[in-house]
């Protein structure tokens, strides 16, 4: 599902002014059969999402910072699911860069220059707050409701698989951090808006009391 999902169009309107962001990175992760997963000890309440249809978006927060998406892809009780790592606003560009600029509840941020139209959706953290997400917002949101605020559009043809590069996921450490069994980040080659990868480092042992 994850190639598949590169080129596709997601969009939210809650009403007013709608923001839509073309996918040109994400992550796949495999559940129970993925160490890098948030399912794959089971289920929990954060990752209960993940367990239910497909077509929904699994939010989560972390870092105690940020949010990131998810589209969940696989039956009722299969968590699989592919993380939104990444993507071009098409529409909405003014509302997308008062959400980075100036995000809800947080100081306005100063900054020496414009942020870049093709920086806004770079990484996950930045795409969720481009459409505002939070858990408490979106997660489980329906993705195929045909009235819905949230609507996931698939592009017209399929992407060239020419164009689709494959590597390490991002942040990810222990074995599902190894690139080799895992290369399942996909993007667009030569999309400006494709985050930069920086691999997961390695956390220190905590000490017994």
């Known amino acids: 599902m994850a190639p598949l999902l590169l080129g596709a169009v997601l969009v939210h309107d809650g009403g007013g002014e709608a923001v839509a962001v073309r996918l040109t990175e994400v992550e796949a ?4 059969a993925d160490p890098g997963s948030h399912s794959f000890r089971g289920r929990t ?9 497909p ?8 870092y105690g910072m ?17 993380l939104l790592r990444a993507g071009e606003v098409v529409q909405g560009l003014g509302l997308a860069h008062r959400r980075r600029e100036s995000p809800p509840g947080k100081a306005r941020r100063e900054r020496l220059r414009p942020l870049a139209d093709v920086a806004l959706a770079r990484g996950p953290a930045n795409l969720a707050q481009v459409f505002d997400a939070t858990r408490a917002t979106t997660d489980g949101a329906d993705l195929c409701a045909t009235r819905g605020p949230w609507q996931l559009w698939m592009p ?18 222990g074995e599902g951090g190894d690139g080799a069994t895992y290369p399942w980040r996909f993007w667009l080659a030569g999309e400006p808006s494709v985050s930069a990868y920086r691999p997961a480092a390695a956390r220190a042992p905590r000490l017994g009391r």
Do not use: E, K, Q
């Not at 077509?55 to 972390?62: A, I």
């Not at 940020?66 to 592919?82: F, M, R, S």
């Open 55 to 62: 077509g929904h978006l699994y939010c989560y927060f972390t």
């Open 45 to 53: 309440d954060r990752n209960a999402t993940m367990f239910g249809p």
């Open 29 to 32: 992760y495999a559940g129970a």
């Open 156 to 173: 017209d043809a399929s992407v060239d698989p020419a164009a689709i590069r494959t590597g390490p996921r991002v942040g990810v450490t």
């Open 66 to 82: 940020h949010h990131a998406l998810n589209v969940v892809c696989d039956a009722p009780g299969i968590a699989t699911g592919c």
